[in-house]
């Protein structure tokens, strides 16, 4: 994708960051406490086994962080905006 296409995607999201090298979108979640955490990594992951693109998940006490890139493509994909949307659709 394009640093453009990149950037329009982004700004329909709403709380995902890029990273510095510009392969992989982020959004941090906060919760009270590691229960939180834990059924938001659950909610990511069966979401990526539903789509079949699997996100890399860091979980600890109050916080999950979920971040898209499309391995096999060195970088983002329209598969990753799909997911990032739909993980917001289901956290709403």
């Known amino acids: 994708m394009t640093e453009d296409e990149i950037a329009r995607h982004l700004d329909a999201l709403t709380g995902w960051t890029l990273s510095e090298d510009g392969r992989a979108i982020t959004r941090r979640f906060a919760f009270k406490g590691f229960a939180g955490a834990v059924e938001m990594a659950n ?5 990526g086994n539903r789509e079949g693109h699997h ?10 962080a979920v971040s898209f890139s499309t391995h096999d493509a060195g970088g983002l994909t329209e598969a990753d905006f799909r997911c990032a949307a739909r993980l917001d659709a289901l956290t709403a």
């Open 43 to 47: 909610l990511a992951a069966w979401l």
């Open 55 to 64: 996100p890399d998940i860091a979980f600890g006490w109050g916080y999950c």
